[in-house]
């Protein structure tokens, strides 16, 4: 069962000259195709949430993001399609007009509240919480990139239908949080690794945050690359959108430039490196956030 409707997603592969040289087979699991409006990771890290809210008999649902992020889109499209309210607490001050991903928000309905990115800082602290409470009443609390027990939950879930449909030896994916890693990566097995691409500047200190969500030992080996930040969340370079252009032009490949073109930009760059075995099935997860494009 789910409260947000689902369509199953396609495998596309890609086919050029640089894998065939290196021998690897390239899939893409494009649950960027999954639902048009609470797409990609995002439905996944929702679905146990919105379970878990309904179940608590909660009506508003209240969550944190920048003003483009990709958790508050789904969250507001989420709340609207199972009419209960949603609050979005924005990083910053709000500038007019809004942009693409705040006025989708607002149109699905959301509530939007700017915090000073010195209290945005603070936003897990019972002060801020217990002010958000007086304001706006009760609410079921989704954290900054929707990344908690229960996505973590459906993260698994998003993992073993992989494993499910597609026989593959490493699976990268784009990494903010680490929360879909962390849940994904529990579904392998040994003999399979996932490799994280950091999107966020210096991403080393991701590791700790994928390690906080993750029992002892988990079966399947994963890292997380931090080489492809390219500056930094949301920054870009000519080279990155020149790639992306490339994947959709050559490959019919949609990708966005925040997570899912670093990503595949990084599985590129190391197989011209050599780093994956001749004759093994890379996968790429398509996380979505398709919304915040360019
Ligand atoms: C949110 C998002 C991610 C990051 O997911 P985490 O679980 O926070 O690591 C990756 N790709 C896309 C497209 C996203 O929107």
Request: aromatic fraction near 8%.
């Amino acid at each position: 069962m789910t409260l947000i409707s689902y369509t199953e997603t396609p495998i596309q592969e890609i086919r050029d000259a640089l894998l065939e040289k290196a021998g690897i087979r390239l899939l893409i699991k494009r649950e960027d195709l999954n639902n048009p409006e609470v797409s990609g990771n995002k439905w996944w890290k929702l679905k146990h949430n919105l379970f878990r809210a309904h179940e608590l008999g909660h009506h508003t649902l209240l969550t944190f993001g920048g003003a483009y992020s990709n958790h508050l889109y789904a969250l507001a499209a989420a709340a609207h399609a199972l009419k209960v309210k949603s609050i979005g607490i924005v990083r910053g001050e709000q500038t007019l007009p809004l942009n693409r991903t705040l006025d989708f928000a607002t149109r699905k309905g959301m509530k939007l509240h700017y915090l000073s990115r010195e209290q945005y800082r603070e936003k897990s602290d019972e002060k801020i919480l217990t002010e958000m409470r007086n304001r706006f009443g009760e609410f079921y609390l989704i954290p900054e990139g929707g990344t908690n027990e229960e996505a973590i939950k459906g993260c698994f879930e998003l993992g073993e239908k992989l494993m499910r449909e597609i026989q593959f030896d490493t699976l990268c994916l784009a990494v903010g949080t680490g929360g879909t890693l962390a849940g994904v990566v529990q579904a392998l097995q040994p003999n399979q690794e996932v490799i994280g691409v950091s999107v966020l500047k210096d991403g080393r200190f991701l590791a700790d945050e994928v390690r906080k969500w993750l029992p002892e030992r988990v079966p399947g080996r994963w890292r997380i690359e931090t080489r492809f930040d390219f500056g930094g969340y949301a920054k870009t370079t000519p080279e990155l959108m020149n790639f992306l252009k490339r994947q959709q032009s050559s490959h019919q490949l949609p990708l966005d430039q925040v997570y899912t073109a670093k990503a595949l930009f990084a599985v590129y760059s190391m197989i011209e490196k050599g780093k994956f075995r001749r004759g093994s099935t890379v996968l790429m997860l398509h996380t979505g956030g398709l919304q915040g494009a360019a």
